[in-house]
Each structure stands twice: as C-alpha cells, then as structure tokens.
C-alpha cells in the first residue's frame, strides 16, 4: 500500500471506528493502528491529530495499551517538523478524561513536561495549556501532584536557562485554578516569588502577571503571610528597571479592581 494511501487511511481511521463500534474496532482496526504509529510521519501525523478521538472509541484494554507507545510520536522522522509535536501537545488535553489518574500521571504527565522544555514557544503554550487540564484531572490526587511541583521547580524554576524560568511563570499561572490554594501556596508560589529577582526582564513580567490575581482574588484563601510577602513582590515589581514589568503589575492591578467593583455592583 502506497504511503498516500496509507496517509489517507491514517486521517480517516478514527470515523471508521466509529461507524464498526467497539469490538469491531479491537479486531480489525487496531492492527492497523499499530502499523501506522511505526510509519513515515507523513502517515503518522494522520493518527495523531485524531487520537484521542481514536481511543475514546476503542475498548479500555486496548486504549490502555496505547499508553506506552504515546511517547513514541515525541520523537518524529525530522526533528525540525515542530508541528508534530504541537499537534501531540493539543492532543494531550483530551486524552485526560479517558484515563485514570494513576495513568494520567505515569503516562501523560511526563510527555507533556517534556514539551514544556520544547524550543519552540508555541509548542510550550499548548502544552502548558495540556498540562493544566491533566493536572486538573488528576485533583485530590496529592502524591501526583506535588510530583509534579516538584519537577516544576527544579527543572524550570531553578533552570540556568531563562526561557525554562520563564516557562514556570507561564505555568503557575495556567495551574492556579486548578490546585488548591493551601497546595499551590506551599509548593508552586514560593519559587514563584524567588523569580521576581530574577536578572532577565521577560522572567520577571510573566511573573507580574502570575502574581497579580493572586493577590487581587478574594476567594484565593491565602494566610496573612503569604499575602504580605505577595504584595511586597508585587510592590518590587511595580518600581521594576523595566517599563513592560511596572505596566504589567500597574495595569493588571487596575483591571482586577475594576472587575472586583463591577461584581460588587451585580
């Protein structure tokens, strides 16, 4: 079979499996699946765009199996082509709701904190966007959780490399809706508040923009302390070197006690 053919297959496969069902799918499909992960990235691209969609239509044991191999498409024939990263960071979100946590955090966490460290930045946005829904995922779950803060904070907060310190002020931002506010104050802020020292100014305006709605959330439940040293940060900030930086803390201040006045109208 001709690789445009098989490419073609590869696009299509997922609303076959829709129209056979389940048992017919294990039997027929899933072969066929399976050869085409191994294939040109021509081919392999087809499947990845629609996998989540593919294994929400498959039986649970053989959606399982597939856990595995998902890293496998981290690693495409070229590795210039970007978008096929981009394409598996997208997909990652919607994987989530199909898979238990313990899964979620032995399978799909690791590869989206790979993506996280990924050269290109709109590779990174998508999958810290991917990594949030995970995370959500997988709420209540604290051993998992603090794994992750924990990965977090060593290899992006603490990193000699300022696009990864940068990166942990994009997250923090995306995962404060999504842990609770005892957890997220005890393991994601404190190194939060060490980066707005930080020397490069990209670092420290992501993290002005972090820190804004935590300080201006009424419902964030944070203690005295933590609200004192986040406005003492915030204070910083607002004097910082950089114009972009004191904009940032000034104009995001603004608008969340224009939205606070507006509620309080309602």
Known sequence: MQWKVR?????????????LGMELSAMDLVPVFDG????????????LRHLSRFLELIPVLERKAYLPKIKEFLVPENERNWRFRLELAEQLSKMGPLFSSSNIATHLLPVALSLLSDRVAEVRRVAG???????????????????????????????????????YGFVCTLLRPCVATD????????????????????????????????????????????????????????????????????????LMLKKRDEQEVW
């Open 36 to 47: 085409f992960v191994r294939d040109l990235d021509e081919v392999r691209i087809g499947i």
């Open 183 to 254: 957890f997220y104050a005890s393991h994601l802020l404190p190194a939060l508040l060490e980066l707005c020292y930080d020397s490069v100014a990209n670092v420290r305006l992501i993290v002005a923009r972090a820190l804004v709605p935590v300080q201006n959330n009424q419902e964030s439940h944070l203690n005295v302390d933590e609200l004192e040293v986040t406005e003492k940060a915030l204070n910083r900030l607002k004097n910082d070197v950089d114009r972009d930086v004191r904009q940032a803390v000034i104009f995001g201040c603004g």
């Open 7 to 19: 490419r073609t297959l590869a696009f299509s496969i997922h609303e076959l499996a829709a129209i």
């Open 129 to 167: 966007h991917s990594l949030s829904e995970l995370v959500h995922c997988i709420e209540g779950e604290d051993q998992e959780l603090e794994a992750v803060a924990s990965h977090l904070v060593e290899q992006f907060a603490h990193s000699s490399k300022w696009i990864h310190r940068q990166t």
